[in-house]
């Protein structure tokens, strides 16, 4: 039998490094990666018989929509958005859909979709909730705090001058203008000395500047730094899950404010420790009893939620690979 990984397209601007966490957190369980799949050409594949874990986001190329027959698909931690859902789930997708449920979806929001098709579908969780294999001992953990695309969602000066289109689109829904909404809002919730020592990473590289070998490099390194953190505070799931299950304290901030991010955390943001910002008038608060802000000495622990979805998951994703 033959074990196949997912790898992604990049946009012209950039790539997200958290597409290729969620796979590291697939090849855990596969005893070699004979081939790496293009998540957008799933259908084009002309190989033998493979096993692929679908996890994550389904899909961009949502006209490649199915996979070929030839991928022996186990379907855990599966999200299929709103803006995907009327063209995958065409008479010929429930048909696959069906053929290979349950389907474990890594949001409720998938879940209750693939349901109202008729389609045997439950709530799983994401498997980077299983990345406990990079957990460390706390006599390794240091001193570092990262801030992590908080509030990635806001606009930025490098999305809103990407290409004269898009400058004279900000021009019009008034993007250009709210370029220090970003700043202004973590000010209100993180201490200014934090803001100046942490170390900020961005999870959206530039585009075609990197190897598919390098992409997963940058995912293992980032794991290992989130792993030794003494705080992580972020905007990306796939930087908060993982810092769950390598037991490392983490803060979610939640400023997503459109319907195609917000569908995908549902049954999610209960896992974490988190603020919730209204993205128009910066006003927030928290679930973890935060006084003041967030500064250097700020400690919180984790809720411990993930484990009940983390367990299953591993069995499931073992007694795939294991069945003959």
């Not at 970003?182 to 190897?211: C, G, R, V, W």
């Not at 304290?249 to 991010?261: K, L, T």
């Not at 603020?275 to 973890?288: C, E, P, R, V, Y």
Request: aromatic share 12%; hydrophobic share 35%; with cysteine.
């Amino acid at each position: 039998m033959l074990y196949g990984l997912l790898k992604y397209e990049e946009n012209k601007q950039n790539f997200n490094v958290g597409d290729n966490i969620q796979s590291l957190a697939a090849k855990q369980y596969l005893p070699q990666v004979d081939e790496y799949l293009n998540r957008e050409e799933l259908a084009d594949y002309k190989g033998d018989k493979i096993k692929v874990i679908m996890n994550g986001w389904f899909t961009h190329n949502v006209h490649n929509w199915v996979p070929a027959e030839n991928i022996e698909p186990l379907f855990v931690s599966f999200h299929i958005n709103n803006t995907a859902a009327p063209h995958m789930l065409s008479e010929k997708g429930i048909a696959y859909l069906k053929k290979h449920e349950p389907i474990g979806c890594r949001d409720q929001f998938s879940a209750d979709t693939l349901k109202a098709k008729g389609i045997d579908a439950y709530f799983t969780g994401c498997l980077t909730l299983t990345l406990d294999t990079y957990k460390v001992d706390d006599s390794e953990r240091g001193d570092d705090i990262y801030i992590v695309d908080p509030l990635y969602s806001y606009p930025s000066f490098e999305k809103v001058t990407y290409n004269y289109k898009r400058f004279l689109r900000s021009i019009q829904n008034g993007k250009l203008f709210n370029l220090s909404k970003k700043k202004k809002h973590l000010s209100n919730f993180i201490d200014e000395d934090l803001m100046k020592s942490a170390i900020f990473i961005n999870q959206e590289p530039a585009a075609n500047t990197y190897t598919n070998e390098q992409k997963f490099a940058m995912g293992e390194d980032l794991l290992h730094k989130y792993a030794k953190a003494k705080l992580v505070i972020t905007s990306r799931i796939h930087c908060a899950l993982p810092c769950l299950a390598m037991g490392t304290p983490v803060i979610f901030v939640n400023g997503f404010d459109s319907f195609v991010d917000s569908c995908r955390f549902d049954g999610i943001l209960d896992l974490f420790n988190r603020i919730d910002i209204d993205a128009k008038t910066g006003n927030f608060s928290s679930n973890f009893g935060l006084e003041g802000k967030i500064n250097k000495n700020t400690m919180v622990k984790n809720l411990g939620r993930h484990h009940a979805l983390a367990e299953p998951l591993k069995q499931k994703c073992r007694d795939f690979i294991n069945k003959q």
